[in-house]
């Protein structure tokens, strides 16, 4: 099992940036994927972005995004810090939401599908005002 914590959250004016940070801890060497998922009040929780964190090379694309956030979210990780990163920059007001991070060992269909990560974060509260 992984363990996640998210942080970097907090309140920005539309326009704004904010980096969200996940660190996992526990058993990650099997850790495939690790994504970005959100839940605005009253929604229910979206994909944002995911990106593989595997050793085995395989072809495919390495992060997904979606399409709401193509252009202004960036997800990274760092290997070694067993950290991955969302940043999030021309932040509008309807990106307001709980940000949780999530990781698999799974080899995903798809990659910003919920059913497809198993273990989740407490999730971290970004604000945008206009």
């Known amino acids: 099992q992984v363990q996640l914590v998210e942080s970097g959250g907090g309140s920005v004016q539309a326009g704004g940036s904010l980096r969200l940070s996940c660190a996992a801890s526990g058993y990650t060497a099997n850790t495939n994927y690790m994504g970005w998922f959100r839940q605005a009040p009253g929604k229910e929780r979206e994909g944002v972005a995911s990106?593989?964190?595997?050793?085995?090379?395989?072809?495919?694309?390495?992060?997904y995004y979606a399409d709401s956030v193509k252009g202004r979210f960036t997800i990274s990780r760092d290997n070694a810090k067993n950290t991955v990163y969302l940043q999030m920059n021309s932040l509008k007001p309807e990106d307001t939401a709980m940000y949780y991070c999530?990781?698999?060992?799974?080899?995903?269909?798809?990659?910003?599908?919920?059913?497809?990560?198993?273990?989740w974060g407490q999730g971290t509260q970004v604000t945008v005002s206009s």
């Open positions: 999530a990781a698999t060992s799974r080899w995903v269909r798809s990659p910003l599908a919920e059913a497809e990560f198993a273990d």
């Open positions: 990106i593989y964190t595997g050793r085995v090379y395989t072809g495919r694309g390495s992060s």
